[in-house]
């Protein structure tokens, strides 16, 4: 121990705190957001994506979607949840994750053929986030309507897991029937009222692709 502190020489200087975050000894804010934000926050393998066509909580909840942190049955059993049942609470035909419940799901399904068709654009089975977003990144129209079209499968998925809610929680079975109309009526409601670009209901029911931007 001596041998270690012969070879300390000490300051005349008075003592001071030292950060030794970021190499120049001076405390900065930014240091320690990085440092948490580094420990805390989830890492993404995809860059964050954001539209502004529709309100912060859908945003939010397809974040979350990319990130698969929203409450499915098997999230809910990794986080020691216990349930007797993991299916999917739709269709019951697999075990209840994002995958399955937004892509794969016989709902997912059906809703994914039928805003493709209502966009007039190709459609292409998809079973993950990870496949849509590589589909969808390779739709070739123009980059404002192609925003609106990503507003309204985010919107779609809000949808689903809303309907799920209500199978799981409601006090009476939903409609399935109104689920898709539910998405085109809400996705005109936002996109509308947030694009500078006046357009009619019966244009975005006809075909919003052809809308002039």
């Not at 957001?33 to 309100?55: C, Q």
């Not at 966009?119 to 977003?133: G, K, P, T």
């Amino acid at each position: 121990m001596r041998d270690n502190l012969g070879s300390c020489s000490l300051s005349l200087q008075d003592d001071r705190w030292y950060w030794d975050l970021n190499g120049d000894g001076e405390f900065m804010v930014k240091d320690v957001r990085n440092l948490l934000d580094e420990a805390v926050l989830p890492h993404a393998d995809y860059p964050t994506r954001w539209v502004k066509y529709i309100p912060i909580k859908i945003n939010i909840f397809a974040w979350k979607i990319s990130l698969d942190r929203i409450p499915s049955k098997i999230n809910l059993q990794k986080k020691g949840v216990s349930m007797e049942y993991n299916f999917c609470s739709i269709c019951d035909e697999d075990v209840e994750d994002i995958s399955h419940i937004m892509f794969k799901c016989e709902m997912a399904s059906i809703m994914h053929q039928k805003i493709c068709r209502w966009w007039q654009i190709d459609m292409n089975h998809v079973s993950s986030y990870a496949e849509w977003l590589s589909w969808f990144k390779n739709i070739h129209i123009p980059s404002k309507k192609k925003l609106m079209l990503e507003g309204v499968f985010y919107i779609s998925w809000w949808q689903i897991w809303n309907f799920r809610n209500q199978i799981l929680f409601g006090s009476s079975i939903p409609r399935r029937s109104t689920v898709f109309d539910d998405i085109v009526a809400r996705s005109f409601t936002y996109v509308s009222s947030r694009c500078k670009k006046k357009f009619s209901w019966i244009d975005w029911m006809s075909n919003p692709s052809s809308i002039a931007l």
